[in-house]
């Protein structure tokens, strides 16, 4: 093992031997090299004044050299802030506006541990880099039965880790808390596992209240108690988009200090919450437990030194363009704009769909957020509406299983809505 991997590994385990222990066996060989290219050049670039003969980018009359036919479409910004590489773990600048902005947001934050976020290619490469660090063949990754897809091939695939699944609703229409702490104890031959919480809720759109949110973080602690060691990814991806009572902020501030046993990991980003899908900029945080600032910079650097083993560094521009927009004065008063739009659309989903007219077709799970709600059909395929719909109606659809059908409400305008449903609604009977 290369002497500074071993080095992070004493500095975690000294702080929380059980963190050390949720280490993948990558998470325990990864490092960030302090002696590589990427640190000599860093140094060379605060001293050497003369040349500066460090890293592959290429300079011309003091400046990142560049074509005029890109600079010219971005003129607004400085060439340094464009074309160089930027730091593995982010631009600095960035990492602090976003940590600004991710307290404002979570007031359960206020007064507990949590490392810089540190920028990741938007939130599947966080979703990744957990997988790297914490996933190793067999262990429990636990997150509920209707899901992202994605989760499968991030923490299945890739890391061989076993899937386990609870039904994300109780009998009452509430988050299934009950299955998600049973899912959790199971695990306890294994003295580990991996929980996946998703709010808003990717296929459903829902977000728990505080009650059933209250009754998360009591799951999680009894896990812990029981002496298994708790990995909470929370994948924040359609954070801030809360259209009713539900909680408003990540479940991450509440399980930051909770326990020994459980370590917190905030995945989020700049994707939906300022509508950026293409810029590809996320983040990821650890929560800490107030004590051992060493245990959440080591903690960073392994996460770095993934970075760096597979991407290197994320994009400087749209890293640029994402602090630009967060330091802009207008920020808040556009992004409020695009959230009424978007909760515009969501309650005249509700209004269509409390039409008795639709009942013998599908009834709908519970939502309240997000970009989606699912239907659940009861009397034809999902699969077989789905092309249905695109052949005769030209209406694209996501089927989820035999009966969940996945609506993004979040790409059709207000006026469009009724008429969605409505064919929807009409594509039912014709397989019928």
């Not at 370590?263 to 996320?282: C, Q, S």
């Amino acid at each position: 093992m290369n002497p500074q991997a071993a080095q992070l590994n004493e500095t975690i385990h000294k702080a929380n031997p059980h963190v050390y222990d949720m280490l993948s066996t990558l998470g325990k060989e990864i490092y960030f090299p302090k002696l590589g290219i990427l640190s000599q050049s860093a140094e060379a670039k605060t001293k050497a004044k003369k040349f500066n003969a460090t890293i592959g980018t290429a300079l011309e009359n003091g400046t990142p050299m560049h074509l005029g036919v890109i600079q010219e479409t971005l003129s607004a910004y400085d060439p340094k802030d464009l074309y160089e590489y930027a730091p593995a773990p982010g631009k600095p600048e960035l990492r602090a506006a976003w940590l600004k902005k991710m307290v404002a947001d979570n007031p359960s934050m206020a007064g507990k541990s949590f490392s810089n976020p540190i920028v990741t290619n938007a939130l599947t490469h966080g979703l990744s880099i957990v997988a790297d660090l914490f996933a190793d063949s067999g262990d429990a990754v636990i997150y509920p039965d209707k899901n992202w897809e994605n989760y499968e091939l991030t923490f299945g695939i890739r890391r061989g880790a076993e899937i386990v699944n609870y039904p994300l609703y109780d009998e009452t229409g509430a988050f299934n808390a009950t299955g998600l702490k049973e899912a959790i104890l199971a695990q306890q031959s294994k003295g580990k596992a991996i929980v996946v919480l998703n709010f808003p809720n990717n296929p459903t759109g829902y977000t728990p209240n505080a009650e059933e949110g209250r009754k998360i973080v009591e799951a999680v602690l009894a896990g812990a108690e029981a002496g298994i060691n708790v990995i909470v990814a929370t994948d924040d991806a359609y954070f801030s988009l809360f259209f009713e009572d539900s909680l408003h902020e990540s479940i991450f501030g509440s399980l930051c200090g909770l326990h020994p046993r459980i370590l917190p990991i905030k995945i989020d980003g700049a994707t939906k919450e300022e509508y950026v899908w293409g810029f590809r900029v996320g983040f990821i945080t650890y929560g800490g437990d107030g004590e051992h600032a060493d245990l959440l910079a080591a903690l960073e650097q392994k996460t770095t030194g993934i970075i760096r083993a597979t991407i290197s560094s994320g994009p400087h521009p749209s890293q640029t363009f994402v602090l630009r927009a967060l330091t802009s004065p207008g920020f808040e008063e556009q992004r409020q704009e695009k959230f009424r739009v978007m909760k515009g659309r969501a309650n005249k989903v509700k209004t269509v769909l409390d039409n008795d007219s639709y009942s013998d077709a599908w009834d709908y799970y519970p939502f309240n957020s997000g970009y989606f709600m699912c239907l659940k059909l009861k009397t034809v395929n999902a699969e077989t509406l789905r092309q249905h719909l695109l052949e005769k109606y030209g209406i694209g659809t996501i089927a989820l299983g035999d009966t969940d059908l996945r609506v993004a409400f979040s790409c059709i305008e207000e006026p469009g809505i009724q008429e969605l449903f409505d064919s929807i609604y009409s594509g039912v009977k014709d397989i019928e």
